[in-house]
């Protein structure tokens, strides 16, 4: 596997995110922010952020699944998300949740959390965006 994830040390152990991700594969693959949006372009969950937060991982999957790896080779997500407050976290975490059950892994890469003012579409709550590496 090319990506090994690691909380070193002297920093924080965070349940959700690994703080160091350490890559060895040789092809690197980066996913545009993915938004909620289904395979014909129709937003999914409109107004509800757990529904697009688990789309927008399921959209991650099917391009990394493209590429040829999974949510094992993700070295780093980034997170935009729509006037951001911490009492919105359980539903980044339920909509988390729901997708890696539908994936069946457990994505526990580093992750950067980014509140924004307005995404491309205003239904849109959240982007993802992902690097991953693959042997």
Same mark, same amino acid.
């Given at each position: ?18 703080? !160091?991700?350490?890559? %060895? ?6 996913? &545009? ?6 395979? #014909? *372009? @129709? ?30 080779? !993700?070295?780093?997500? %980034? ?6 407050? &911490? ?6 975490? #339920? *909509? @988390? ?39």
């Amino acid at each position: 596997m090319a990506i090994t994830l690691v909380n070193p040390s002297g920093l924080p152990e965070i349940d959700v995110y690994r703080q !160091v991700s350490i890559a %060895t594969g040789s092809k690197l693959v980066f996913i &545009a922010g993915q938004v909620a949006w289904d395979a #014909e *372009g @129709i937003t999914v969950g409109e107004g509800d952020l757990a529904a697009q937060v688990e789309q927008c991982y399921l959209n991650v999957g099917t391009a990394l699944a493209e590429a040829g790896g999974s949510f094992d080779d !993700v070295a780093k997500l %980034t997170f935009y998300v729509v006037d951001w407050t &911490a009492d919105k976290m359980p539903l980044l975490l #339920e *909509g @988390i949740s729901r997708a890696a059950a539908k994936l069946g892994t457990t994505p526990v890469p580093p992750a950067t959390l980014l509140g924004v003012a307005a995404l491309d579409v205003p239904d849109h709550l959240v982007e993802i965006e992902a690097t991953a590496v693959l042997d």
